[in-house]
């Protein structure tokens, strides 16, 4: 638990892509999660009575947590002693950064970071697959299987910048492609999904940084495929699966 008068302490290795849980893959409107010690008083979600005419807090309630981003506040989702979830402002570009968190007045460290033009990344269930649901909004897993040739939606972070562009630190309230779209690819097994099999990738309307890709899966998908999504080259992790049989 914070002690009171102790700074901050987070060690580089452990910022985290949110969605992906690894390190070093960031980018504008992309969720992170800091780990640490002494990263709050008390442990508090976004909720709510924290959003005011749709725009998101940088500070959740009397926590007194910020995290600047080349001193530009990010947007606040979660608070505790050891774990801080953010959104990385829109309005920033690619390029190296510094990320620092502050409780009230106290400064934890400024870590360097490189921000990417996008930090594809898939949700997960678990270590090893991804989140995904059926278009009747039940959750795709073992026991409940995609099928090939079937439309299924996946649900990621940081897929790059959209058309219309994200508005900082408002809650986006139409859908929103990744542009240009011919940017954007999917893997299955390394293999690439054909354009038009792709129906949508583009922001959750709603969800602030998060994104959605509804994608009608080839009729020749094998049993509990590789996933992979990318933009520009920049590729999310490998060793993700979806359940299909």
Known sequence: AQTSGRAPYYPADSIANSAANVTGLYAPNTFVTIYGLNLAYTTRALAASDIAGGTLPTVLGTTGVRVLINNIPANIYYVSPTQVNLLIPTSLVPGPVMLQLVVDSLAGPAIPILLQSAAPSLFQWDAATVLAVHLDGSTITAASPAQP?????????????????????????????????????????????????????GVVPTFAGLFQINVQLPGNTPSNPQIQIGYAGIMSPAGRVLPVQ
């Open 149 to 201: 040739g079937e439309v299924v939606v996946l649900f990621a972070s940081g897929l790059g910048p959209t058309n219309p562009a994200a508005i900082p630190n408002q809650i986006p309230q139409q859908a929103a492609s990744v542009t240009p779209i011919s940017s954007f690819t999917m893997l299955i097994n390394g293999v690439a999904v054909s354009p038009q099999q792709i129906l949508y990738a």
